[in-house]
Nanobody, 120 residues
Framework: QVQLVESGGGLVQAGGSLRLSCAAS????????MGWYRQAQGKQRELVAG???????NYADSVKGRFTISRDNAKNTVYLQMNSLKPEDAAVYYC??????????????WGQGTQVTVSS
């Protein structure tokens, strides 16, 4: 069974840092695009950052210069380093991965979400 397991969320003070990790496991042939989304209370889910297999990246304008997405293809893992956190960064963060799964082809998978809380 394919799963995305997230870790690293929690409570942090404004100006602090967190590092989120998301590891995909299961019968995975390759990982394609991986990324992070977030949904703040009362708002729509939005793309935070994405990274392709060749390490090309894209970021939401609101996090450019503060967040860094990276990946370890050997471990099927994507990371999000979040620095200089602001209260408006508080949200549930979701990992998403486009995976080429054995027996199923290319499929989109989502993690369960992890809460990031930023205190002022």
């Amino acid at each position: 069974q394919v799963q995305l397991v997230e870790s690293g969320g929690g409570l942090v003070q404004a100006g602090g840092s967190l590092r989120l990790s998301c590891a995909a496991s299961g019968s995975i042939f390759t990982t394609n695009v991986m990324g992070w989304y977030r949904q703040a209370q009362g708002k729509q889910r939005e793309l935070v950052a994405g990274i392709a297999r060749d390490d090309s990246t894209n970021y939401a304008d609101s996090v450019k210069g503060r967040f860094t997405i990276s990946r370890d293809n050997a471990k099927n893992t994507v990371y999000l380093q979040m620095n200089s956190l602001k209260p408006e960064d508080a949200a549930v963060y979701y990992c998403k991965a486009d995976l080429r799964v054995l027996g199923r082809g290319l499929q989109e998978y989502w993690g369960q979400g992890t809460q990031v809380t930023v205190s002022s």
